[in-house]
């Protein structure tokens, strides 16, 4: 197996930890299967079950009464109300209407997402920091920050809406800046690698691995981070990256081995794969 990984491009990493150097911002992420494992190995409750035969001293006595664990009790979640307070967490309700205030039809109608389709790319939806003036204000409004990705012009548009009169209060426009990937993006990355010459190597590891045609990002579990570049730190095709929306990605067969893929930078923005040096 290690002789014939050696052959390709991207190489199938034995342990779990990827060692990432260079120039790019780290995405905080949670590696696939990595949590909530149970690691005691067991399978019933924590105390014995003691036995109630009468051993001479007396009546059998109880489980309880013997040292074991009674069964717990689980309490339903709460109902969600459909408007948060103070500093609660946006709700199911509120992030519907956030949604629907905040993309509007200019923005609609003059925006692309990551897959070229009408409309920017939508990034995430937060709840927004109190004004200055109303730190202190237990009564100041809730507002929700919706951030997207214009992929017309690279551009990160936020816009802030006010949950209590329904208004968007203000739009920020940047370019230049990178915020994390959602989850959308690094799918579209993925699909590009996974189609592209460069992702030859992907596709052998994979084979190797599964015995079985890598042609879908459904195939894979797969983690990603932002890229910029840094002058002469990259091929000159990848000079725009940090202007342009680029992504490396760190993916896994799924119950399998990571596949190395680091040399690999998906050019979200000019939908192109180069190689780094």
């Excluded at 051993?55 to 979640?77: C, F």
Aim: charged content about 25%.
């Amino acid at each position: 197996m290690r002789k014939i990984v050696r052959r390709h491009l991207g190489k199938v990493v034995a342990g779990t930890g990827i060692a990432v150097a260079g120039t790019a911002v780290m995405v905080a992420v949670t590696l696939p299967g990595s949590a909530g494992a149970d690691d005691s190995g067991g399978t019933g409750p924590s105390g014995s079950t003691a036995s109630t035969a009468n051993t001479g001293g007396g009546a059998g006595q109880s489980a309880q009464q013997q040292g074991a664990v009674p069964p717990g009790v689980v309490e339903q979640v709460p109902a969600e109300g459909k408007k948060g307070k103070g500093r609660d967490p946006l709700t199911d309700g509120e992030m519907a209407q956030v949604e629907r205030l905040a993309l509007n039809r200019q923005l609609l109608n003059s925006g692309e997402n990551v897959e070229g389709a009408r409309g920017p790319q939508r990034l995430g939806i937060d709840l927004a920091d109190p004004e200055a003036a109303e730190v202190d204000d237990p009564n100041a409004p809730r507002r929700a920050d919706v951030s997207y990705y214009d992929y017309k012009d690279d551009t990160l548009v936020t816009r802030t809406v006010n949950l209590d009169t329904g208004k968007v209060e203000r739009t920020d426009t940047q370019h230049g800046v990178q915020p994390p990937l959602s989850r959308a993006e690094t799918v579209e990355a993925t699909r590009l690698l996974i189609a592209d010459p460069l992702g030859a190597g992907l596709k052998a590891d994979y084979k190797d691995a599964t015995s079985s045609e890598l042609t879908s990002p459904d195939q894979l579990l797969v983690t990603s981070m932002v890229y910029k570049a840094v002058p002469g730190a990259q091929p000159a095709v990848l000079d725009s990256c940090g202007d342009h929306r680029c992504v490396r990605i760190f993916p896994k067969v799924k119950n399998g081995p990571w596949i190395d893929a680091r040399s690999l930078v998906v050019d979200l923005s000019a939908h192109k794969v180069a190689k780094l040096g």
